[in-house]
Structure formats: structure tokens, C-alpha cells
């Protein structure tokens, strides 16, 4: 309810421009006091907030605005008068927006032009290979001019929650827009938000504010890795992500290289014979073996988007999700890729993972920089020759399979007698620079993020190593998940001399799973083998000779 005072407040506002309609300037006034100003360009008929260009022109305002008659336009290099204006005839400010609209799912959308609120020309869109491109408008769709009424005193829609539609020829009431949360991040790129909480998005946006140039590039390439973005009719490109995700993108944006792993991290691991991966991711792929069989591909709306995801639960009903997205042209041929990655996954990729957090070791950070060949190095260890130029895009293709490879925890728990969800995401890598001959396909040096610590501080095993034996990057790209279990494993039972396994379980972290299943006597002989090159490279210190229903592993 306005107040007495507020009530006795008139508001006004004046216009100057030139000639040819390429800029104006707005006066905003209180009982004849001057309050504030806008400049504005003007492109293609829509204004356009922005500094102060050259003038020669200016308004000239009387103290007691409301007692006179006249205002003088007033050359300001000269200080002559230009032209007067009457009151009457004071042109009106014309308030030029642009509204879209969008109906995921009808994948139709309407763009409209307003002048001081009223549709004066409005076409259709839909969103074709993630452009948004002109389409005719749809049959089922009658509709008048509409009237959408503008805030007072604002320039724009920026300030409004929401926006209501009008018929106005009726005055009908035809929807509500909400109005999404946005991070503009450079003039061209912008970050929607999936659902809506304002104290975060705003604390987020204040952090976009304060990135650097690069670091905003970072931002929004890090967002497009997970979320194809779509490129508007004005050539902008837009990219939907969830809160979570920008706030964590964010926190491994700002990681410093000169921050190192705690010390804390060691206590677990035993440095002259181990590295250490941290229990809070080392806990999640632990459950890989049992995702992987259970994983399912997926299209994303229209698009050539594909995601591989799974979910499995933990031992206390937590749920676990697996994603990995791809892109392809058909869904034959995202099937061929899916099949590809899943192996990959199995094996060479999460060899490549591990020799990762040796890096970060031995860097003693979670965010380094390292050459290509280095990290090659890294993961076969025993190998002398050097590395041509398919090997290198090979591996460095590994990489850029596993950033866009992450877990999904969520877990719900009860906090003063209040139900309560948490949900957060881990990436198993993301590389923030490359450097390097462009033409050679593969960067020579590259600045990777091996684990966000930032958005996982409050989880309480985040700093906490799971101890990998140095020799475990000896073993063969088939033995490494078997090898990585195993010791994930002798890590969460930090007391016990042996690790017990269920024959068919142990076979799935081998993976023998199919050949178990067709010729269950080769199997036994395959896992005997490998258990045999585990104990070689001292991951486990000793195995029973006979493949029983119950395998006792001896690792201490």
C-alpha cells in the first residue's frame, strides 16, 4: 500500500535524440527534480542500454519543471539553442522490449516486439539441431495482439519476477511468464538455471561478476562440456545447468595451483610405496563394475545428445548415478560409441584416471599442469620407446572421454527430525588449458583438475587417501579395475588382514561377468591369473589356489 508521501510524488519522463534514430537519452524526474538518466543506442528499432556515446545535444531542465511551458534543446559545443519543445509536444518514451517465449513441449516459441507494452510484431521459433531458427506458426495457434504492462520506472523487464500477458483487444488474462534466473557470462553466451532459488543465484552472480576474462571463458566452456548449448536467434549461445553444477564449476575455476593436497590426505597412505586417491570419489567407482552392466543410453529431446547413465545404490540406500555424454548423429551409431566408452571405462580409462592422481601426487596438487607425454609416462611406466602421434591423440581422446564422465550422489538423512536431500556431483577429470601445436591434434602441455575440492569441503572423506600401490600402473589396462577395488576396498576396512569376496562379485570387478556366465571353469582360471600379476605387484599379498563361492584375499 503506497504511503501519503508516495502518493504526492509525480513522475515524469523526457526524451532527447537525433535525427537519424540512432540514439536518445531519458530524462526521469520527481516534481520537477532531476533523479536519474539513460543512454540508449538504438539497432534494428530496439533500444539498447549503454554508456554515453558523443553528443552535442542535451536537454535543458528548468528548476520549477512543472510551472513551465517550454524545454530547450541545447547544443552543448555551441550553448546555443537547437529547438524548443512544447509540453505538449513532448514525445513520449517509447519502452521497446523484446519477449520470448518457449514451450519445451511443443518446441515452439514466440518472439515479440513491444512498444510501451504492446505487441507491435511478433514470429515464431523453434529449435532445430540446438539453433533456434524462424518456423511458420502452428495451426492449432489463434491468437490477437497482446498487451504485456512494463514496471514503472525501469528501462526494462530485468527487475520483474514475472510477466503478465494480456489480449488487447479483450483484456484477457492469457499466462504468466516467470521470468529464469540468468548469468550473463560474456555478451554472448548466458547460463540458465533448472530450478529456482534466488539467494543462490544471486551469490553466484555476484561470483561471475568478479572471474576474469579467461576464467568466464573457462566457465562457460566447462557448462557446454555437459549441456550443448543452443545458439538464439540473436546469436546468443544459451546453456541450462543446475545450481550445483555452476557453483562447483565455479569453486575448480578459482582452485589455485599453489594450493596443496593436505597433509592430512597421507595419513592413510604409505608415500615410499603408494599414491592416494581421495575415499570420497574412490568410494563411488568402486561401484563402477556394477553400473556398467546396468547402464542404459539415452536421448536428450530433439538433439544429438546422448547420455550413458546408470544407478545403483550404496550399502546405506544412497543413490548412485553414472553419466556420460556423447554425441552422434544417429542412434545406431550412438549405440556403437556407448558400446566403446563402456569398455574403455573397464580398462585403459581407468588406468588413465589413476595415473592422474599419481600426478597430483607427486605434484601435490589437485589442480597441475604436466605435459602430455609426462602423464603418458605416468601410466606405462615400464614402457622406453617414445610415443608417435596416434598414441598421443588416442590418449589425450581417453581424457576427454573421462571430463565428460561423472558420479551423482545423492543421499537423504534427517536433520533436527527434518528430512533432508544432498545431492552433488564428482567429474573424474576436467582439463582447464591445453597448449601446443593446434595442427597436430593433441596439446603438448595440459592444466587439468583432478578432483573439486571446493564443492566437496563439507563431505568428510574428501581429504581422506585410499593408498594405491605405485606398481598398480605396471599391471595391464584389463587388471587396473580389479587392481583399484581391491584396494578402495582394503582402504574402508582399514583393520582386516583379509578382504572377502562372493565369487560373482569379484568376477564382475575382473570382468569375467560374460565369460562367468558361458564357460564358468575358463573364468576360474582368467581370475587366477589375474590375482597371481596382483600379488606380483604386491596389491594383494596372497589368494587361494581354488576359485571358491567365498574368496579370501589376503592384503595385509
Keep these: 500500500m503506497p504511503t501519503q508521501e508516495n502518493e504526492q510524488i509525480k513522475r515524469q519522463v523526457c526524451e532527447t535524440g537525433n535525427k537519424e534514430n540512432t540514439w536518445k537519452k531519458y530524462f526521469y524526474l520527481e516534481n520537477g527534480v532531476l533523479v536519474g538518466e539513460k543512454f540508449v543506442k538504438i539497432e534494428n528499432g530496439i533500444e539498447i542500454p549503454c554508456e554515453e556515446g558523443p553528443t552535442t545535444h542535451s536537454m535543458s531542465l528548468p528548476q520549477n519543471f512543472e510551472n513551465e511551458e517550454k524545454i530547450n534543446i541545447v547544443n552543448t559545443i555551441t550553448g546555443e539553442v537547437s529547438c524548443t519543445l512544447t509540453k505538449e509536444n513532448i514525445p513520449q518514451p517509447k519502452k521497446i522490449e523484446c519477449v520470448k517465449i518457449y514451450n519445451q513441449t511443443k518446441n515452439i516459441g514466440e518472439r515479440h516486439w513491444l512498444e510501451n507494452g504492446v505487441d507491435v510484431h511478433y514470429e515464431y521459433f523453434t529449435v532445430e539441431n540446438n539453433k533456434e531458427v524462424i518456423c511458420e506458426p502452428p495451426k492449432d495457434e489463434v491468437r490477437g495482439a497482446i498487451f504485456v504492462p512494463l514496471p514503472e520506472n525501469i528501462s526494462d523487464f530485468s527487475s520483474a519476477k514475472e510477466l503478465s500477458i494480456f489480449d488487447s483487444s479483450t483484456g484477457e488474462h492469457l499466462r504468466t511468464i516467470q521470468k529464469p534466473k540468468i548469468i550473463n557470462v560474456g555478451n554472448k553466451s548466458e547460463i540458465h538455471f533448472k530450478e529456482e532459488d534466488s539467494k543462490i543465484t544471486e551469490e553466484l552472480i555476484l561470483k561471475v561478476n568478479e572471474l576474469s576474462s579467461d576464467e568466464k571463458e573457462k566457465l562457460i566452456e566447462s557448462i557446454q562440456k555437459t549441456c550443448e548449448p543452443v545458439t538464439t536467434l540473436e546469436g546468443k549461445q544459451i546453456s541450462t545447468s543446475t545450481i550445483d553444477q555452476v557453483a562447483q564449476t565455479i569453486g575448480?575455476?578459482?582452485?589455485?595451483?599453489?594450493?596443496?593436497?593436505?597433509?592430512?590426505?597421507?595419513?592413510?597412505?604409505?608415500?615410499?610405496?603408494?599414491?592416494?586417491?581421495?575415499?570420497?570419489?574412490?568410494?563411488?567407482?568402486?561401484?563402477?563394475?556394477?553400473?556398467?552392466?546396468?547402464?542404459?543410453?539415452?536421448?536428450?529431446?530433439?538433439?544429438?545428445?546422448?547420455?550413458?547413465?546408470?544407478?545403483?545404490?550404496?550399502?546405506?540406500?544412497?543413490?548412485?548415478?553414472?553419466?556420460?555424454?556423447?554425441?552422434?548423429?544417429?542412434?545406431?551409431?550412438?549405440?556403437?560409441?556407448?558400446?566403446?566408452?563402456?569398455?574403455?571405462?573397464?580398462?585403459?580409462?581407468?588406468?588413465?584416471?589413476?595415473?592422474?592422481?599419481?600426478?597430483?601426487?607427486?605434484?601435490?596438487?589437485?589442480?597441475?599442469?604436466?605435459?602430455?607425454?609426462?602423464?603418458?609416462?605416468?601410466?606405462?611406466?615400464?614402457?622406453?620407446?617414445?610415443?608417435?602421434?596416434?598414441?598421443?591423440?588416442?590418449?589425450?581422446?581417453?581424457?576427454?572421454?573421462?571430463?565428460?564422465?561423472?558420479?551423482?550422489?545423492?543421499?537423504?538423512?534427517?536433520?533436527?527430525?527434518?528430512?533432508?536431500?544432498?545431492?552433488?556431483?564428482?567429474?573424474?577429470?576436467?582439463?582447464?588449458?591445453?597448449?601446443g601445436d593446434k595442427n597436430e591434434g593433441t596439446p603438448q602441455e595440459l592444466t587439468m583438475t583432478i578432483l573439486n575440492a571446493p564443492a566437496l569441503q563439507k563431505q568428510k572423506t574428501t581429504f581422506l587417501g585410499v593408498g594405491i600401490k605405485h606398481k598398480t600402473l605396471e599391471l595391464h589396462a584389463d587388471d587396473a579395475m580389479l587392481a583399484n577395488l581391491i584396494q578402495t576396498r582394503k582402504n574402508q576396512n582399514m583393520k582386516a588382514p583379509y578382504l572377502k569376496f562372493e565369487r560373482n562379485s569379484l568376477m564382475e570387478i575382473a570382468g569375467l561377468s560374460l565369460t562367468n556366465k558361458s564357460k564358468k571353469a575358463h573364468a576360474n582360471k582368467l581370475l587366477l591369473e589375474k590375482l597371481a600379476r596382483l600379488q606380483e605387484k604386491g596389491v594383494i599379498l596372497n589368494f587361494p589356489k581354488r576359485v571358491n563361492d567365498i574368496i579370501s584375499l589376503k592384503v595385509r
Excluded at 586417491?277 to 568402486?286: E, L, W
Aim: a positive charge; one cysteine or more; aromatic letters at 10%.
Design 252 to 435: 575448480m575455476i578459482l582452485t589455485n595451483e599453489s594450493e596443496e593436497i593436505p597433509s592430512e590426505f597421507y595419513d592413510t597412505v604409505n608415500s615410499k610405496e603408494e599414491f592416494g586417491i581421495s575415499r570420497v570419489v574412490a568410494d563411488k567407482v568402486y561401484n563402477l563394475p556394477r553400473l556398467l552392466e546396468n547402464a542404459q543410453l539415452v536421448r536428450q529431446g530433439d538433439t544429438s545428445t546422448y547420455i550413458i547413465q546408470a544407478e545403483v545404490k550404496d550399502s546405506y540406500n544412497n543413490s548412485i548415478r553414472l553419466e556420460h555424454r556423447l554425441q552422434a548423429t544417429s542412434e545406431e551409431e550412438a549405440k556403437r560409441i556407448a558400446h566403446v566408452v563402456l569398455k574403455k571405462l573397464k580398462g585403459i580409462q581407468i588406468k588413465i584416471w589413476t595415473a592422474c592422481w599419481k600426478m597430483a601426487n607427486t605434484k601435490e596438487r589437485l589442480t597441475f599442469t604436466c605435459r602430455l607425454s609426462e602423464l603418458m609416462k605416468y601410466c606405462n611406466p615400464s614402457r622406453e620407446a617414445h610415443y608417435n602421434s596416434a598414441e598421443r591423440l588416442e590418449f589425450y581422446e581417453h581424457l576427454r572421454s573421462l571430463e565428460n564422465t561423472k558420479f551423482v550422489y545423492t543421499r537423504n538423512y534427517k536433520e533436527r527430525n527434518k528430512d533432508k536431500v544432498e545431492s552433488y556431483e564428482i567429474r573424474l577429470l576436467e582439463i582447464h588449458r591445453r597448449s
